[in-house]
């Protein structure tokens, strides 16, 4: 039930537009940003806030490929073993190479 009601858009997106926006331009920075640095970004905030939401919406809107894990998930051998295949060698070697089509981006939701 939570997807279904999940904003699928930025225009149907509630929430503070300055954090919207300062997001927005953080990724579309890092699409132009040939040496791969500032690649790491850190939201945080209490629960149902739309972290995750603004995360997904933004990222799909740039082309990311996006696998999302939760904290919990990973303290579970399998789950892990599929956290580590979304960092799998040929991404590592689009990284190494600086492939400008590269993006994916991990998503680890509510980290303790």
């Keep these: ?3 279904l009601l999940r904003p699928k858009t930025l225009t ?7 954090i919207v926006k300062e997001f ?9 940003d040939v040496y791969f640095q500032k690649r790491i970004c850190f939201l945080t905030g209490v ?5 995750t939401s603004l995360v997904n919406i933004v990222l799909k809107k740039h082309g990311f490929n996006i696998h999302e894990f939760s904290s919990s998930d990973l303290r579970i ?4 073993k599929q956290y580590y295949q979304a960092l ?3 991404d590592i070697s689009s990284i190494i190479k600086r492939k400008k ?3 994916k981006a991990i998503i680890i939701d509510n980290y303790e």
Excluded: D, L, Y
């Excluded at 927005?24 to 132009?32: G, Y």
């Excluded at 629960?47 to 972290?51: L, M, P, R, V």
């Design 1 to 3: 039930m939570e997807e």
């Design 12 to 18: 149907e997106f509630i929430g503070n537009k300055n």
């Design 24 to 32: 927005n331009n953080w990724v579309r920075n890092i699409k132009k």
């Design 47 to 51: 629960n149902g806030i739309g972290k």
């Design 77 to 80: 051998k399998s789950e892990r």
């Design 88 to 90: 799998s060698f040929g």
């Design 101 to 103: 089509n590269f993006r």
